[in-house]
């Protein structure tokens, strides 16, 4: 991916939580993260999500289920993959899948738009390292605080 199109670009990293507040509350005594932005309510994903930055820059995704079925609702019931993903934003979807999959990882969904990113397309892969990346495909996309 030497191409400047086909570079990765970290986005966040995703933590499961029961409730919103309850993430805000928690992150907010741990990093000092004050500056969130708004909810967005995902009904294609199942879930809500907000966005925190901490001092130094870090952004972090919260995650909670928008229903008993949602994709994370597993997660928590077995405490298991709650520090979920960490998020790349690329330019070029396709390119970055293949780069992911030719290295090993395996897909773990189709490519489906996402609210927080104002409908553009997230994909999620499973590492050989044994951990989840999210790819968004939004190249000029910042998150507003």
């Given amino acids: 991916m030497g191409q400047q199109g086909h570079l990765l670009r970290l986005d966040h990293i995703g933590i499961v939580v029961t409730t919103l507040d309850a993430g805000r509350a928690t992150l907010a005594k741990l990093f000092d993260i004050r500056r969130w ?67 090993g990882s395996l897909v773990l969904d189709a490519p489906k738009p996402a609210v927080a990113y104002g409908g553009r397309r997230i994909q999620f892969f499973f590492t050989p390292l044994q951990f989840i990346v999210e790819l968004v495909e939004a190249p000029d996309h910042a998150h507003r605080f």
């Avoid at 879930?47 to 930055?53: I, T």
């Avoid at 229903?67 to 934003?89: E, F, Q």
């Fill in 37 to 103: 932005t708004q909810e967005f309510r995902d009904e294609v994903n199942r879930v809500y999500v907000q966005f925190g930055r901490d001092p130094t820059g870090v952004c972090y995704e919260l995650i909670a289920p928008l229903a008993a079925d949602s994709p994370v609702s597993a997660a928590l019931r077995k405490a298991d993959r709650i520090l979920n993903h960490v998020a790349y934003i690329t330019g070029d979807l396709e390119a970055a899948r293949t780069k992911l999959c030719d290295a």
